[in-house]
T-cell receptor, first 112, second 115 residues
């Protein structure tokens, strides 16, 4: 079993839809949770960064962490064609020498 | 967010030559830098982790004599692919950790093509 599981998709939605992206994990020591967006042939861009459980909102993006269920989500409201990209979840147990473990990434297509 | 630059963005070289890729954190000091490799439509594969002033820690299966990493300062790390071969062709991405919240930021990547 992988430490972080993420459905690779692809996920196709119409413009304006609410998108839900999810990851599950097995290591209860993870405390830092991140979502990255990666466009084709570009480096990943940090979208959301959350410590421990709870919700965090930034514009059209909301990140949720449920440590009791070992489940994290990223919601995108009013999705746009420009949101079409691969979204990677990532998590680590700490800073310093702790590795960041990435999900496989979910490919999202938002159709105009 | 913090900015990480990478140079060159694209390089084409002949088999047997060495290629150096630079990674810089532009507006923060990176205590830790990471080097990843990514094949088309696949996720990131961590190659090595480096801390300023110390030797890099390589992941299992990554040849440290082939992929030389130097983390000379808190803002600069380099990856040298020595005696490159066509199978080394890939997208190499660096990442730096050390921003205000110790988040991890990525560079734009370097596409290496070995002929």
């Amino acid at each position: 079993q992988k430490e972080v599981e993420q459905d690779p998709g692809p996920l196709s939605v119409p413009e304006g839809a609410i998108v839900s992206l999810n990851c599950t994990y097995s290591n209860s020591a993870f405390q830092y949770f991140m979502w990255y967006r990666q466009y084709s042939r570009k480096g990943p861009e940090l979208l959301m960064y959350t410590y421990s459980s709870g919700n965090k909102e930034d514009g059209r993006f909301t990140a949720q962490v449920d440590k009791s269920s070992k489940y994290i989500s990223l919601f995108i409201r009013d999705s746009q064609p420009s949101d079409s990209a691969t979204y990677l979840c990532a998590m680590s147990a700490g800073t310093g020498g702790f590795k960041t473990i990435f999900g496989a990434g979910t490919r999202l297509f938002v159709k105009a | 967010g913090a900015v990480v630059s990478q140079h060159p963005s694209r390089v084409i070289c002949k088999s047997g030559t060495s290629v150096k890729i630079e990674c810089r954190s532009l507006d923060f000091q990176a205590t830790t830098m990471f080097w990843y490799r990514q094949f088309p439509k696949q996720s990131l594969m961590l190659m090595a982790t480096s801390n300023e002033g110390s030797k890099a820690t390589y992941e299992q299966g990554v040849e440290k004599d082939k992929f030389l990493i130097n983390h000379a300062s808190l803002t600069l790390s380099t990856l040298t692919v020595t005696s490159a071969h066509p199978e080394d062709s890939s997208f190499y991405i660096c990442s730096a950790r050390g921003g205000p919240g110790n988040e991890q930021f990525f560079g734009p990547g370097t596409r290496l093509t070995v002929l």
